[in-house]
Structure formats: C-alpha cells, structure tokens
C-alpha cells in the first residue's frame, strides 16, 4: 500500500485529525497537500526519501499504520479495488504487492467481508471521480464504465467485466459461491 497516491474523502479527514488529536486544519497542513481535481478531496503526502512511502507508515518498519483504526477507505478495502478485480491485474497484483495473498499463515478468505470492501472502494471511487473539476476523458469514462459497478435502474448491482476476483467477492455478497479457501486474505 505504501507506493500508491491515497486519497481522502472530505468525511475521513476529521475523523483522522480527530484520532491524532490536531485541528482539521493542522492536519490538512501537516499531511495532506491539495489536488484542485477533484473537490473536496486531498491526497495524503508522501515519506521517506523516495517520496513513495505512504506518510503514516511507521519509519521503523514501514509496513505499520499509525492510523490503522482511522484510516483511509483506499486503505482499508485494499486489494478489493474495482481496477484489481480483472484477472491479470489481480495475479498481477498478489504476486508483486500484496503479500498476504496466498501466504501459507494467511486466514482464510472472509468472501462477504470481501464483497462488503470492493462495494465501498466501488462507491468511494465513484464518488472522487463524481467530484471532478475537469472533463472526465473519454478514455476515463471508457475504464469507469468497464470497471465501476453503477447501480442498475431496478436498484440491483452487477459485477460485468469482473474477472476471477470480482467474481468471487459477488458471489459472496450474494451468499453463494466457493467455499472459502486457505490463502484468500492479507494479513
């Protein structure tokens, strides 16, 4: 998670500043920098000389959350990304980044948990790109069609275009599918 832009919705900014006890402001100004296309939302500021570590990623380890409890929905519905759930991204991404995937001591694969977090990272980035100040292109439109789940008119959601992993978390969502395997969750 430590080498991607995390984004914060307006709603989790206080919360966050809340949890370490600094003013909305001091917080914004301390730890986010603004992005002027999407209204309302922030990016959080990178750490470290590489500039590519998250900023609330322990110095020590890197790896740690000091906002763990608090953090971002980017955070905590990761790797339950739409953009993760077509198949070569998603063996693309257990096997280079997310090392809880199919790690011998991961528990096993929590499928309706699952769904519940590719539901909010679904609504979340639906909502940062709804908050654009510029044209959406036709190229972002294209990957928004083909990767977000829209509500459909009767209300119900679909998963189309999923791969393996979008699958799977449906399913679950839906009450049915595989039988939870060993390997499924990060750590």
């Not at 991607?4 to 100004?29: C, D, G, M, V, Y």
């Not at 890197?62 to 990304?81: A, D, E, F, M, N």
């Not at 948990?113 to 909010?120: N, P, V, Y």
């Not at 990957?143 to 449906?170: F, I, P």
Request: charged share 30%; glycine share 8%.
């Amino acid at each position: 998670m430590g080498h991607h832009k995390i984004w914060l919705a307006p709603e989790e900014i206080p919360r966050i500043a809340k949890h370490l006890n600094l003013s909305t402001q001091r917080f914004l100004e301390t730890y986010t920098k603004q992005y002027s296309k999407y209204r309302g939302w922030r990016m959080l500021k990178t750490a470290g000389d590489s500039g590519q570590s998250c900023v609330f990623l322990s110095p020590l380890d890197g790896k740690t959350c000091l906002v763990h409890s608090v953090r971002p929905s980017q955070c905590s519905t990761y790797p339950w990304w739409p953009e993760l759930m077509h198949d070569a991204e998603w063996d693309w991404e257990k096997a280079n980044i997310c090392e809880g995937f199919d790690h011998a001591d991961a528990p096993e694969l929590d499928v309706e948990e699952a769904a519940r977090q590719l539901k909010e990272a679904n609504t979340m980035t639906q909502l940062r790109l709804l908050a654009s100040n510029v044209r959406v292109t036709p190229k972002e439109m294209d990957w928004a069609t083909r990767v977000l789940v829209w509500e459909e008119e009767d209300g119900e959601e679909g998963l189309e275009g999923g791969g393996a992993a979008a699958k799977e978390a449906n399913a679950g969502k839906q009450g049915k599918g595989p039988k939870p395997e060993k390997g499924g969750k990060r750590k």
